[in-house]
């Protein structure tokens, strides 16, 4: 498909009534105080006739999240007979269908808890498709990521609007595509996967920029959607690092303003930009741009 020279593909919609709530409270004086928070409701996933999981989610997008997650979990190939995508809005169903039978049974016996926020599930033998991930020696330019987290950093999104939520986007070069949020950052992952999947879009030039840790969980979801890059506001975990650098991915974190640490994949790094050419980042920015 043809990408976007300028705007996002898809981008959060904080107006969405059904993604946040008004909430009344008081604040630290006793006044009170209309809070908007993010709403968080279950999603149960079929595939087939076989129900896999329930997720926590904020609603929007649910067949990306369904076709993502079966897809990140290897119950889907990216040539999987997809006959249909149906979604129950009253129910909270969505029913992934396919014209051949799956492994579904085999990943169950394996599943597993992860450190993901909203209890994100993994299932077993995901590490073992590890071992055939090739990762392209892509090209990663310092001038993109500060380009990159300015506009995202100032994108209209839910976190702007209500906070205790997780972004990830899909960029190419300096130009974010997709834009996914969520409760748990796993699922963001996973909504983005799932429109890769439908798009059919190839991760090979891309790059995962998220507000989340980079765990373990997140490197092996981006790994095996082809993605060589995965770049975050926030901090590493060291299983997380050691996967990176085990498939060869660019791992960067710590991006605030012109400072960020590389982890993994150094070699991609091209740095064409003086650090000192870009601002500092103001505290409490992302706040700020929705003022």
């Known amino acids: 498909m043809q990408l976007p020279k300028n705007d996002y593909l898809i981008a959060p ?20 105080v209309d809070v908007s928070v993010v709403e968080e409701r279950p999603l149960t996933i079929y595939l087939n006739r076989q129900e896999i999981v329930t997720a926590m989610t904020i609603g929007d997008h649910p067949k990306y999240l369904a076709l993502g997650f079966l897809r990140n979990q290897g119950m889907l190939s990216d040539e ?5 995508v149906d979604y129950d809005e009253e129910l909270e169903v969505v029913v992934v269908r396919t014209a051949s039978e799956t492994t579904y049974e085999e990943k169950l016996q394996k599943k597993t808890r992860t450190s993901g926020c909203a209890v994100g599930t993994v299932f077993g033998d ?7 991930v090739t990762l392209p020696a892509s090209e990663l330019r310092t001038s993109w990521l500060y380009a990159l987290a300015q506009r995202i950093n100032t994108t209209p999104s839910l976190y702007l609007e209500a906070g205790a939520i997780h972004g990830t986007v899909l960029c190419q070069r300096d ?3 997709v834009y996914m949020e969520d409760v748990g950052r796993h699922n963001a992952v996973d909504k983005i996967a799932g429109w890769m ?8 030039d891309k790059m995962l920029y998220t507000t989340g840790r980079l765990t373990s969980e ?3 979801k981006a790994a095996l959607m082809g993605i060589p890059v995965l770049a975050s506001r926030s901090g590493f975990t060291a299983w997380g690092v050691e996967i990176a650098r085990q498939v060869g991915m660019t791992c960067i974190g710590r991006m605030r303003g ?7 994949g150094e070699e991609r790094l091209v740095r064409d930009i003086d650090p000192d050419s870009v601002p500092e980042e103001a505290k409490k920015s992302r706040r700020k741009a929705a003022e």
């Open 13 to 32: 919609d904080p107006s969405a009534p059904r993604l946040t709530r008004a909430v009344v409270g008081t604040d630290h004086t006793g006044a009170p």
């Open 80 to 84: 999987a007979d997809i006959t249909g």
């Open 126 to 132: 995901m590490m073992e498709g590890l071992d055939q």
């Open 175 to 177: 130009r974010p595509l």
């Open 197 to 204: 999947l439908s798009e059919g879009v190839s991760g090979g």
């Open 218 to 220: 997140m490197v092996i």
């Open 258 to 264: 012109k400072r960020f640490v590389c982890l993994s």
